[in-house]
């Protein structure tokens, strides 16, 4: 049941680790992070840097939006974190844009999901296009900070997890064929 969850909400391409590059974990200046306060059935501060941080990111499988993925090791096991915004284009920026966010607890077993934009918010958000022939063209560095005022539930059982903030540096690649490494394509605005 969890795994066939995960499909869903990852979509049929699913967030492997970003493959531009072997050594390439989140972004091609190394200072991708993660720093987030969880509450409830997994109480932790969580303060991710690279090179133990992988990331990436993509656009959402109906084309609105963007989601970008965080994971690292926590309590025994890996975490992963899917941060959803359908309301995010390709190279925009904003404040106040909601967000969806799903937690992926490895060691727990469990899945934990806010089930919507409506708990969750980018006070800030930016994206900023990356010129480096080691990722795809159109490929952003996403930086955001935000908050939830609900929990994400246990998808499949009992529990949630707040989280009270969060501060991200990661990357998101837009466009369904990014082509060879290196090409010069514009952004879509």
Not at 22 to 48: Q, Y
Not at 152 to 177: C, E, H, M, S, Y
Request: charged fraction near 20%; proline fraction near 8%.
């Amino acid at each position: 049941m969890a795994v066939a969850l995960l499909l869903l909400l990852l979509g049929p391409q699913g967030l492997a680790p970003a493959e531009a590059s072997p050594a390439l974990r989140c972004l091609p200046a190394r200072d991708g992070f993660l720093t987030m306060r969880l509450r409830g059935s997994i109480e932790a501060d969580v303060h991710w840097t690279e090179p133990e941080l992988e990331c990436t990111g993509m656009s959402r499988p109906d084309g609105r939006g963007l989601r970008v993925r965080f994971a690292g090791s926590l309590a025994g096991g890996e975490l992963a974190v899917v941060f959803a915004a359908p309301e995010l284009a390709s190279g925009a920026s904003g404040r106040g844009v909601p967000v969806n966010v799903t937690l992926l607890d490895d060691a727990g077993g469990r899945i934990y999901g806010t089930q919507g934009d409506s708990r969750c918010a980018f006070d800030k958000v930016e994206q900023q296009l990356i010129v480096d022939r080691s990722v795809p063209p159109q490929s952003y560095r996403v930086s955001a900070r935000g908050f939830c005022t609900a929990p994400a539930r246990a998808v499949d059982g009992d529990g949630a997890v707040l989280l009270t903030r969060f501060d991200f540096a990661g990357i998101v690649t837009f466009g369904d064929d990014p082509g060879p490494p290196g090409a010069t394509d514009s952004p879509a605005r």
